[in-house]
């Protein structure tokens, strides 16, 4: 099982990006999903998640900017992230767990894509 995160890249704060992650090997409408990131020099930290029911959760500093929704016919997860900021700058992570506990903690996760950056210029 290998996810694999895609649509990162460079855009003005204010803007809007969409991360995108797709996952095989696995019975993808049963694991929990979620999205974290990791800027330069700081922990990796929890942004978003989706519970395999469709329960979603957020950090209270994406809440209300940031989307994250999951197609289970396609087994792709999405973060839509509107009104970027610089601070938004990090390499974000997708991941899924089954029957994930504590969903800001990563090792309630089993599976983890590579990441991918997301710049956000001021």
């Known amino acids: 099982v290998q996810p694999v995160e895609s649509g990162g890249g460079l855009v003005q704060a204010g803007g809007s990006l969409r991360v995108s992650c797709a996952a095989s090997?696995?019975?993808?409408?049963?694991?929990?999903l979620g999205w974290f990131r990791q800027a330069p020099g700081k922990d990796r930290e929890f942004v978003a998640h989706i519970r395999s029911g469709g329960t979603t959760y957020y950090a209270d500093s994406v809440k209300g900017r940031f989307t994250i929704s999951r197609d289970n016919a396609k087994n792709t997860v999405s973060l839509q992230m509107n009104s970027l900021r610089p601070e938004d700058t990090a390499i974000y992570f997708c991941?899924?767990?089954?029957?994930?506990?504590?969903?800001?903690?990563?090792?309630?996760?089993?599976?983890w894509g590579p990441g991918i950056q997301v710049t956000v210029s001021s």
């Open positions: 090997g696995m019975t993808f409408s049963t694991y929990d």
């Open positions: 991941a899924a767990g089954y029957n994930a506990r504590v969903v800001v903690s990563a090792p309630s996760y089993d599976y």
